[in-house]
């Protein structure tokens, strides 16, 4: 068996494994918690205190998020189809195997887009407001939603890994763009170095504590009273 077999075999193994943990709480929760539109209040705090730090150069920052999320979704992209490696919803001999939650996703799924989007924004984030604090918990969030694509099935661990590294380097990538085009403008005070507040990172850190806690409270509420088929 070649190195690349047993990698896969491994990959494989691992993924049934962290997979095998479930039930239906953690099944509509890790659901809910895979969705862009559930962190929308977590991510509007961020937006807000970039632009309290970093007034009108905000928007400088804003364009380098987009750009990075344009780089990590589409550098994904182009890998799943280059690669062609199926998912293990779609594996005819792992689908059977494997607890399969929600929605199947595409056909392939080296490297993973939700762990390169993720990680992407994170790094960027950790090294744009360089807070300890904030960089566990961001470093932390991005494994929380990582481990989502595992637990309903649709990505092997060696995708989250790939989809890790791709959007850890582009993150790292976009944050040394930020600072070249801040270079470039000539500031008196460069501002992209200077560390974040606690305070700030603290109100972060809320608002996704409170999107973690109601989800968690809607989908025990709905369970408790059979409203989920």
Do not use: C
């Not at 689908?95 to 799924?109: D, E, R, S, V």
């Not at 360089?130 to 649709?154: E, Q």
């Amino acid at each position: 068996m070649g190195i690349i077999e047993t990698l896969n075999q491994w990959d494989t193994e691992l993924f049934l494994y962290l997979n095998s943990f479930h039930n239906s709480f953690w099944d509509y929760t890790m659901t809910l918690f895979t969705r862009t539109e559930i962190w929308l209040l977590f991510y509007l705090v961020i937006f807000i205190t970039i632009i309290r730090k970093y007034k009108r150069k905000s928007l400088l920052v804003f364009l380098v998020i987009t750009l990075l999320i344009i780089l990590a979704d589409q550098g994904s992209g182009i890998l799943k189809h280059s690669i062609e490696r199926l998912r293990p919803s779609h594996d005819p001999y792992v689908a059977p195997l494997a607890h399969n939650f929600f929605k199947k996703g595409g056909l392939y799924g080296f490297v993973s887009a939700h762990a390169a989007n993720s990680f992407g924004f994170a790094i960027f984030s950790v090294l744009l407001f360089r807070n300890r604090i904030f960089t566990v918990f961001m470093i932390t969030w991005s494994l929380l939603i990582a481990s989502t694509r595992i637990y309903l099935g649709v990505h092997y661990p060696g995708d989250i890994l790939g989809g890790i590294i791709l959007g850890s380097l582009i993150g790292w990538g976009m944050y040394r763009l930020l600072l070249f085009l801040e270079a470039f403008m000539r500031p008196r005070k460069p501002e992209f170095i200077i560390p974040m507040e606690n305070k700030r990172v603290y109100n972060i850190i809320l608002a996704a504590f409170v999107v973690i806690g109601f989800s968690m409270l809607v989908v025990n509420f709905f369970l408790k009273h059979h409203m989920f088929a």
